[in-house]
């Protein structure tokens, strides 16, 4: 397909083991962002990919959080020791161009429950 | 650094007008604006560069004050499938920032 893709759509895990969730962005789509919206709240932001630079990781809610943008297309999301606080839904989204100035198109989300 | 928006929810009867704000503390480059369905992916309606450029729906209006660091959405006779979660989202140049979100719930 065309839109941005994410893997899996859900995933239950136990208190403590890492986690890995993928987004395919859109192809030729520079730029790709990690957002994080648990029940009810709004988008908060994680991490930010733009062509070759140094990723943003100022979301980041801790040193358990990271991620990695390979070849410039598909970006994996790593939760390690994964926490009950950490259940939500992880969504990711890729634009063309420079962030501020283009739509970005989301994935459908990555539901992540922790028990 | 998180844009505020108001108001947090809004209820309307299909046919009727709202307003949704948001501002921001810091000068800004744009605003963005995306509507979310329940379990649904946030979906674009509308950016304003600074400068005065927009982009989006034909349907959607939409103001940017720059000088006040703040935006307003027009939804001008509701329909029912206006319905849902308004985020607006900041940027300084690099990153979106999102607000907290408006929830908007019209009625027939």
């Known amino acids: 397909g065309a839109g941005v893709s994410q893997s899996p759509s859900n995933k239950v895990t136990e208190k403590g083991k890492d986690v890995e969730l993928r987004c395919d962005p859109i192809?030729?789509?520079?730029?790709l962002y990690w957002y994080r919206q648990s029940l009810g709240q709004g988008l908060e932001f994680l991490i930010y990919?733009?062509?070759?630079?140094?990723?943003?990781k100022s979301g980041l809610p801790s040193d358990r959080f990271s991620a990695e943008r390979t070849g410039g297309s598909v970006s994996t999301l790593t939760i390690q020791r994964t926490q009950q606080e950490d259940s939500a839904v992880y969504l990711c989204a890729s634009s063309s161009g420079l962030a501020g100035a283009n739509e970005q198109f989301f994935g459908p989300g990555t539901r992540l429950t922790v028990l | 650094q998180q844009p505020v928006q108001s108001p947090q929810a809004v209820i309307l009867r299909e046919g009727e007008d709202a307003v949704i704000n948001c501002s921001s503390s810091?000068?800004?480059?744009?605003v963005h604006w995306y509507r979310q369905k329940h379990g649904e992916a946030p979906v674009f309606l509308m950016i304003l560069l600074k400068g005065g450029e927009q982009k989006g729906h034909d349907k959607i209006s939409a103001s940017f004050n720059e000088k006040k660091q703040q935006s307003s959405l027009y939804l001008t006779a509701s329909q029912l499938s206006y319905s849902g979660t308004y985020f607006c989202g900041t940027s300084r140049g690099d990153k979106l920032i999102f607000g907290t979100g408006t929830r908007l719930q019209v009625f027939p």
């Open positions: 192809s030729g789509h520079t730029a």
């Open positions: 810091k000068a800004l480059y744009s």
């Open positions: 990919f733009q062509g070759n630079s140094a990723p943003d």
